[in-house]
């Protein structure tokens, strides 16, 4: 048995011919991380007895069942008495996932990258080991961007489905993006030991919806260790070797960043893959920007625009990762690892660029470059406000959310300049503005600020951007040269009522897979979210796609829980960018009303057919989660000038009449109206000038309006 961890130096002896990269690609919670997790334990980067057992496993799979059956009992349990268990007893198994929000919620939020050495007859080199880099991808539909940049860096994927679940809306979508990219999928069924498994059911839908030979696609379990060493096989032989450029010279060094983080002690470390030469410490590198020629489309041929600075860092260490880091103090052609170079920010090197020696600095710009990367830049499609839970926390929670964004490339942040510039008001006070990929990419970034900061921050509800479409106006008229159409993400920017104007809506096209039984409840929900061009196909007997343009801000207020709901918890999907991408609604701003006082933060854009329901459901939600006061607090919306929906939190009341146990006035009844009267007045001072205390629960109410 061969391990990274003890046989490093056989690194140097992989020629490029040996090196396979490839990822895990899936739907969220289909056992991505599981499934590498065990693929690790095989190639022994998790330790020497991990790899025995492993093994073990191996050779019981290979056997006969009869012969063997002692040998696996004695080795499931050697393996249970060894492994890592969770508070339910089941063992831990996502090795890659060392976010503690991951490993909370049972997620991936961020791709994460191993090497490994397999030992396999494909090997031409004199070691007879192949160099694996195994890319880890979260499956959720928020962190898409991760899952692009994974498979612009490998060369094959494999692709998992749950043998329970089958094919998922994600699943289609991952499917997609590795396909246009051209690369070698291997498909795979994960969890074929659960009881609910239906291997052959899924198999044949899987080669019927994506043409691939039934026979071919491979059966696994993480749980169990069961296919590990097919999966591995798979991929020694049919994922290919990664290209040569034609002018390698087998020294001019050209180092393609996969990836990039900021950690305190060390500064900005890169994720590095070798294409050529080597890299070692004390080497002093340039950054070579790619950039694609303006106008070019993303054909094959298209040459990258490289640009750089005058900027020159010094390699202090470099090595590989297993996932742990191993310090080798070189890497060579082929391989994939760390480098660690005195950079400050990760935006210094971001993904897709290329580290060179400054040296050779003029002649390696002329030379061939990796393809520009097609993917796109990542941009926000939610935008909320972000205030600290305690007055006088501005700067924490600034400088908290900065260093967040050096490793969360996905956050967009927009600084306020203090309190009067800010959008939290008298409530809130200052904030920050930022972007967001999704709902749970919400969730992730307020808990990753309690886990990693100590901090608890109200995120208000958040929003999507429209495009306003300025119309002639005698009433408002608008400066000479402002723009007749612009986009805006903060609805304190909505045009005032009595303006005109067209509101322009962003559109994603949505896929629903889920079982035929709740179609009709899946149509209306749809109907309901003002969804268009409905489509249904058939997946199996059992299971329809569903897939209809639908407003992106009917998608991320809580459909998703409606969906699980209609579909007893059956139902997955999945968004897409739509043709077009807006369309004309006829919406309007809801505005939430507090004591007479607006607060812009519970803000929000509501179609006119359905404004005067929502509004209704936003106010009884605040009465039942604002704390009461010392005053009556009065929730109002308000739409276009008119009050479309009011509630009343009542006042606590002292009782004024009894005092010393005694009735105050004794029978008189004009003594006690004037103490009744002295008490109405002081409650009126205080609602005038008394603030309501706003809790993360009152802004989730106007999030959820259904």
Same mark, same amino acid.
């Given at each position: 048995?061969?391990?990274?961890?003890?046989?490093?130096?056989?690194?140097?002896?992989?020629?490029?011919?040996?090196?396979?990269?490839?990822?895990?690609?899936?739907?969220?919670?289909?056992?991505?991380?599981?499934?590498?997790?065990?693929?690790?334990?095989?190639?022994?980067?998790?330790?020497?007895?991990?790899?025995?057992?492993?093994?073990?496993?191996?050779?019981?799979?290979?056997?006969?069942?009869?012969?063997?059956?002692?040998?696996?009992?004695?080795?499931?349990?050697?393996?249970?008495?060894?492994?890592?268990?969770?508070?339910?007893?089941?063992?831990?198994?996502?090795?890659?996932?060392?976010?503690?929000?991951?490993?909370?919620?049972?997620?991936?939020?961020?791709?994460?990258?191993?090497?490994?050495?397999?030992?396999? %007859?494909?090997?031409?080199?004199?070691?007879?080991?192949?160099?694996?880099?195994?890319?880890?991808?979260?499956?959720?539909?928020?962190?898409?961007?991760?899952?692009?940049?994974?498979?612009?860096?490998?060369?094959? +994927?494999?692709?998992? *489905?749950?043998?329970?679940?089958?094919?998922?809306?994600?699943?289609?979508?991952?499917?997609?993006?590795?396909?246009?990219?051209?690369?070698?999928?291997? %498909?795979?069924?994960?969890?074929?030991?659960?009881?609910?498994?239906?291997?052959?059911?899924?198999?044949?839908?899987?080669?019927?919806?994506?043409?691939?030979?039934?026979?071919?696609?491979?059966?696994?379990?993480?749980?169990?260790?069961?296919?590990?060493?097919?999966?591995?096989? +798979?991929?020694?032989?049919?994922?290919?070797?990664?290209?040569?450029?034609?002018?390698?010279?087998?020294?001019?060094?050209?180092?393609?960043?996969?990836?990039?983080?900021?950690?305190?002690?060390?500064?900005?470390?890169?994720?590095?893959?070798?294409?050529?030469?080597?890299?070692?410490?004390?080497?002093?590198?340039?950054?070579?920007?790619? $950039?694609?020629?303006?106008?070019?489309?993303?054909?094959?041929?298209?040459?990258?625009?490289?640009?750089?600075?005058?900027?020159?860092?010094?390699?202090?260490?470099?090595?590989?990762?297993?996932?742990?880091?191993?310090?080798?103090?070189?890497?060579?052609?082929?391989?994939?690892?760390?480098?660690?170079?005195?950079?400050?920010?990760?935006?210094?090197?971001?993904?897709?660029?290329?580290? =060179?020696?400054?040296?050779?600095?003029?002649?390696?710009?002329?030379?061939?470059?990796?393809?520009?990367?097609?993917?796109?830049?990542?941009?926000?499609?939610?935008?909320?406000?972000?205030?600290?839970?305690?007055?006088?926390?501005?700067?924490?929670?600034?400088?908290?959310?900065?260093?967040?964004?050096?490793?969360?490339?996905?956050?967009?942040?927009?600084?306020?300049?203090?309190?009067?510039?800010?959008?939290?008001? %008298?409530?809130?006070?200052?904030?920050?503005?930022?972007?967001?990929?999704?709902?749970?990419?919400?969730?992730?970034?307020?808990?990753?600020?309690?886990?990693? *900061?100590?901090?608890?921050?109200?995120?208000?509800?958040?929003?999507?951007?429209?495009?306003?479409?300025?119309?002639?106006?005698?009433?408002?008229?608008?400066?000479?040269? +402002? %723009?007749?159409?612009?986009?805006?993400?903060?609805?304190?920017?909505?045009?005032?009522?009595?303006?005109?104007?067209?509101?322009?809506?962003?559109?994603?096209?949505?896929?629903?897979?889920?079982?035929?039984?709740?179609?009709?409840?899946?149509?209306?929900?749809?109907?309901?979210?003002?969804?268009?061009?409905?489509?249904?196909?058939?997946?199996?007997?059992?299971?329809?796609?569903?897939?209809?343009?639908?407003?992106?801000?009917?998608? =991320?207020?809580?459909?998703?829980?409606?969906?699980?709901?209609?579909?007893?918890?059956?139902?997955?999907?999945?968004?897409?960018?739509?043709?077009?991408?807006?369309?004309?609604?006829?919406?309007?701003?809801?505005?939430?009303?507090?004591?007479?006082?607006?607060?812009?933060?519970?803000?929000?854009?509501?179609?006119?057919?359905?404004?005067?329901?929502? +509004?209704?459901?936003?106010?009884?939600?605040?009465?039942?989660?604002?704390?009461?006061?010392?005053?009556?607090?009065?929730?109002?919306?308000?739409? $276009?000038?008119?009050?479309?929906?009011?509630?009343?939190?009542?006042?606590?009341?002292?009782?004024?009449?009894?005092?010393?146990?005694?009735? =105050?006035?004794?029978?008189?009844?004009?003594?006690?109206?004037?103490?009744?009267?002295?008490?109405?007045?002081?409650?009126?001072?205080?609602?005038?000038?008394?603030?309501?205390?706003?809790?993360?629960?009152?802004?989730?109410?106007?999030?959820?309006?259904?």
């Amino acid at each position: 048995m061969v391990s990274i961890l003890d046989d490093v130096s056989i690194l140097d002896q992989i020629p490029l011919e040996d090196v396979r990269n490839f990822c895990f690609i899936a739907h969220v919670d289909h056992g991505k991380s599981s499934l590498a997790s065990r693929v690790l334990e095989l190639t022994g980067n998790l330790g020497r007895d991990a790899q025995q057992v492993a093994h073990g496993f191996t050779s019981a799979d290979s056997a006969n069942e009869d012969s063997t059956s002692d040998a696996e009992s004695d080795t499931t349990q050697q393996a249970n008495s060894n492994a890592a268990m969770d508070n339910k007893g089941k063992e831990k198994i996502e090795a890659l996932d060392t976010l503690s929000v991951e490993q909370e919620r049972g997620i991936t939020v961020k791709a994460t990258a191993a090497s490994m050495l397999y030992r396999h %007859p494909s090997a031409k080199g004199p070691s007879g080991c192949l160099l694996l880099n195994m890319v880890d991808t979260p499956g959720h539909a928020d962190f898409g961007s991760e899952v692009s940049r994974s498979l612009a860096n490998v060369d094959g +994927a494999v692709l998992l *489905f749950d043998a329970a679940q089958g094919v998922q809306a994600q699943t289609l979508s991952v499917h997609e993006k590795a396909t246009s990219m051209g690369l070698n999928i291997i %498909p795979a069924l994960t969890k074929v030991d659960l009881p609910a498994a239906r291997p052959v059911d899924i198999a044949l839908v899987v080669s019927e919806l994506f043409d691939y030979d039934p026979d071919t696609i491979m059966l696994s379990s993480a749980r169990s260790r069961i296919g590990i060493a097919d999966v591995m096989n +798979a991929v020694c032989t049919q994922i290919p070797a990664p290209s040569a450029f034609a002018d390698d010279d087998g020294t001019t060094l050209r180092a393609k960043v996969v990836d990039s983080w900021f950690e305190n002690l060390r500064g900005v470390v890169c994720l590095v893959q070798v294409l050529s030469g080597e890299i070692k410490e004390g080497d002093r590198i340039s950054v070579l920007d790619l $950039e694609p020629e303006p106008g070019d489309t993303e054909s094959e041929d298209r040459k990258p625009n490289p640009k750089y600075g005058k900027d020159t860092y010094s390699v202090q260490e470099s090595g590989v990762v297993t996932p742990n880091r191993i310090r080798t103090g070189t890497l060579g052609r082929g391989q994939m690892g760390y480098v660690v170079a005195g950079l400050r920010d990760p935006r210094q090197a971001k993904s897709g660029s290329v580290l =060179v020696r400054s040296s050779e600095l003029p002649e390696v710009a002329e030379m061939d470059m990796p393809k520009a990367s097609m993917l796109a830049a990542t941009k926000s499609v939610l935008y909320a406000s972000v205030h600290p839970m305690e007055a006088g926390g501005f700067d924490e929670l600034a400088s908290a959310v900065d260093r967040l964004a050096l490793n969360d490339t996905g956050l967009e942040v927009q600084k306020t300049s203090g309190a009067s510039n800010s959008d939290g008001g %008298p409530f809130l006070g200052p904030g920050l503005r930022v972007g967001f990929q999704g709902l749970l990419h919400v969730e992730v970034f307020r808990q990753r600020l309690l886990d990693e *900061f100590d901090l608890e921050a109200i995120v208000t509800p958040p929003k999507v951007p429209y495009t306003i479409r300025y119309l002639p106006s005698t009433k408002y008229k608008r400066p000479d040269d +402002a %723009p007749t159409e612009e986009t805006i993400e903060d609805l304190n920017l909505w045009p005032p009522h009595g303006a005109r104007f067209k509101i322009m809506e962003p559109v994603v096209k949505v896929q629903i897979i889920a079982p035929v039984d709740y179609a009709g409840n899946i149509m209306e929900l749809i109907k309901r979210r003002r969804g268009k061009d409905l489509k249904t196909k058939t997946i199996d007997e059992a299971t329809w796609l569903f897939s209809s343009n639908m407003p992106w801000a009917e998608v =991320v207020t809580d459909f998703y829980d409606e969906l699980k709901s209609t579909s007893a918890g059956f139902a997955s999907f999945d968004t897409s960018d739509a043709e077009p991408s807006i369309q004309e609604s006829n919406v309007c701003k809801v505005d939430i009303m507090l004591n007479s006082e607006i607060v812009e933060p519970m803000a929000f854009v509501c179609h006119k057919d359905s404004v005067q329901r929502a +509004a209704r459901i936003v106010c009884k939600k605040l009465q039942a989660n604002l704390p009461r006061q010392q005053f009556v607090t009065v929730i109002q919306a308000k739409t $276009e000038g008119k009050i479309v929906a009011s509630e009343r939190i009542k006042a606590y009341r002292k009782d004024v009449l009894t005092k010393g146990g005694k009735s =105050v006035g004794g029978g008189d009844i004009t003594r006690k109206k004037k103490v009744l009267e002295k008490q109405k007045k002081g409650k009126k001072r205080m609602q005038s000038s008394g603030r309501v205390q706003l809790s993360q629960e009152a802004f989730n109410a106007v999030i959820s309006r259904s």
